[in-house]
């Protein structure tokens, strides 16, 4: 446990001014790469929520910013426990489908990201209804590569938006920059060190 | 009741509840998709149309998602293609001779090679992508690992993207206004002698 104070939600946002990719990984193979890449922020899709420590520390090290995704790493629950253990833990975000925990997530001082899913077009409209109800500071939306074709279909969410899933080039970071999101989350390495002047 | 070998999976499916006489639009290789409907309208639908429709078993409000259910669609309403989230459910629906279709989330790369895990890998079991829209993004080595025939559902919004799509699936789920837009650009590709995909 650690007495690090976390970034606001705006402190975050500002660094993907620079540089719009954060390094989504699986593995801690892939966090040397990230460490060492433009991403402002690492994003921890798998691996052990009980055993960061020391994720954490490189991360915060290298200047980086920190966010795990609660519903997928192994060994915590997806509740307010779990989500304490990862605030006290020193991480900076907290991702969640549970848009139930974003207030959880607020009140311990981390930034709150809520992951939709999108899969129907019915999805959409209870989308917005969905943030109003959780009040994330941050949405992501998976799949972000479909943002473009959607766009239109897509009620104003109010909240800045990251799109992560299927973006792998660097027309397809730039396409959904272009529609609105404010950055991109990716397990695509060559995306890391994309600068934000090419979405201008 | 058809062989599951010899079912025909349409290539497009549109999606109706079954309560407002939804037909497919002619002309187009064409059938229907019955989702988020009840037990009681699935039974109307089944029972007087000449072609039965294809189930979304997991949107059926009342029909179980077991043994019992399976054997109902097939032998009572001798339904021939059904989707379902349940590897289990697939693959005793294909083993009662119908065309099963596992539906497998596609958020993104890494979330897809787990959903396709449970699949079951055996004949007459095919995989509906949800959302079908990312299809077009999918690497060729991830495409192979998708078990044919292959459905795409979701977010196909409009006659250019449902073409597009049907370019690497077999077939796709679209509301009844995108089928309608099929049929109206695959007449126009015709009367310029062009084949539709």
Redesign the interface.
């Known amino acids: 446990m650690t007495s690090y104070i976390p970034p606001t939600a705006s402190d975050f946002l500002s660094r993907l001014a620079d540089a719009p990719c954060c390094a989504?990984i699986?593995d801690g193979a892939r966090l040397e790469a990230a460490l060492g890449s433009r991403a402002p922020a690492v994003f921890v899709?798998?691996g052990n929520g009980l055993d960061l420590s020391d994720m954490i520390r490189r991360v915060h090290d290298s200047g980086k910013l920190i966010a795990v995704h609660l519903d997928l790493v192994d060994g915590l629950k997806a509740d307010h426990w779990g989500v304490t253990w990862l605030a006290r833990c020193g991480v900076d975000a907290v991702i969640t489908s549970h848009g139930q925990l974003m207030p959880v997530i607020r009140n311990e001082g981390v930034i709150a990201i809520h992951r939709l899913?999108?899969?129907?077009?019915e999805h959409l409209d209870t989308a917005v209804t969905a943030l109003a109800r959780s009040r994330p500071h941050i949405v992501e939306i998976?799949?972000g590569?479909?943002l473009p074709?959607?766009n239109g279909?897509l009620p104003p969410l109010e909240v800045p938006m990251l799109a992560?899933?299927?973006i792998?080039t660097p027309l397809?970071a730039r396409s959904v920059l272009a529609a609105g999101a404010i950055g991109v989350t990716t397990?695509s390495e060559g995306l890391w060190d994309l600068q934000a002047a090419v979405h201008g | 009741m058809a062989d599951g070998a010899t079912i025909h999976l349409p290539r497009i499916l549109v999606a109706d509840t079954g309560r407002g006489g939804t037909s497919p639009p002619p002309g187009l290789d064409a059938g229907i998709l019955l989702r988020n409907t009840d037990l009681a309208a699935l039974i109307d639908c089944a029972l007087s149309n000449g072609t039965p429709p294809a189930v979304e078993l997991d949107s059926i409000r009342g029909l179980g998602s077991d043994d019992a259910a399976v054997a109902f669609l097939r032998d009572r309403l001798s339904i021939e293609i059904m989707l379902t989230r349940r590897p289990q459910v697939a693959d005793a629906f294909a083993a009662a001779g119908g065309l099963a279709l596992l539906n497998v989330l596609a958020f993104d790369s890494t979330g897809l090679r787990r959903s396709l895990h449970g699949h079951p890998r055996r004949e007459r079991v095919g995989t509906v992508i949800s959302p079908g829209l990312v299809l077009h993004h999918m690497l060729p080595s991830e495409l192979a690992l998708l078990v044919r025939p292959l459905v795409a559902y979701g977010l196909i919004d409009n006659a250019a993207d449902a073409l597009a799509t049907l370019a690497v699936a077999e077939g796709i789920v679209v509301r009844p206004e995108v089928a309608q837009g099929i049929a109206e650009s695959e007449a126009l590709m015709r009367g310029v002698g062009l084949s539709p995909a």
């Open positions: 989504a699986v899709l798998r899913l999108l899969s129907r077009r998976l799949p590569v479909v074709a959607i279909l992560g899933g299927f792998r397809d397990s």
